[in-house]
C-alpha cells in the first residue's frame, strides 16, 4: 500500500515536470524577442527540473543519491535566476535596437545599463 501512494507521488510529480518542461519548450519557440524566451527558458528550467528530480527522489526512496539529487537542485535554484539576470542584463547593453524589439518604458535606465555607471 505504501509502496503504491509513493508510485502515484512520484508519478504525478514526474508528470507535472513533464508538462511544465513542455510548455516551457513551446514559449520558447513562440516567443519572439529575446527576453521573453529567457523568461520562459528560466521558468521552465528551475520548476520543470525540480519537479522531475523530486519525482525521481520520491520514486527511488531517501538515500545518499537522493541526498546528492537534493544537493543539484539547491545549485540548480542558485545558479539559474543568476544566469538569466547576467544573460537579460547583456541583450539590454549590446541591443542598440531594443526600442523597436520591445516597449522600454524606462529610458534612462536602459542608457545607465549600457554606460555602465
Request: charged share 15%; hydrophobic share 55%; aromatic share 6%.
Amino acid at each position: 500500500m505504501l509502496d503504491t501512494i509513493r508510485f502515484i507521488i512520484s508519478l504525478l510529480l514526474t508528470l507535472g515536470g513533464l508538462f511544465v518542461l513542455l510548455s516551457g519548450v513551446v514559449g520558447i519557440f513562440k516567443f519572439k524577442y529575446s527576453l521573453t524566451r529567457l523568461h520562459a527558458a528560466a521558468l521552465f528550467d528551475t520548476v520543470g527540473i525540480v519537479l522531475m528530480v523530486l519525482g525521481v527522489v520520491v520514486g527511488t526512496g531517501f538515500n545518499l543519491t537522493s541526498l546528492k539529487m537534493l544537493i543539484i537542485i539547491g545549485i540548480l535554484w542558485l545558479t539559474s535566476p543568476v544566469s538569466s539576470h547576467l544573460i537579460g542584463r547583456l541583450e539590454i547593453t549590446i541591443n542598440d535596437e531594443l526600442e523597436k524589439d520591445m516597449m522600454v518604458l524606462d529610458q534612462s535606465m536602459v542608457q545607465h545599463e549600457k554606460e555602465g555607471d
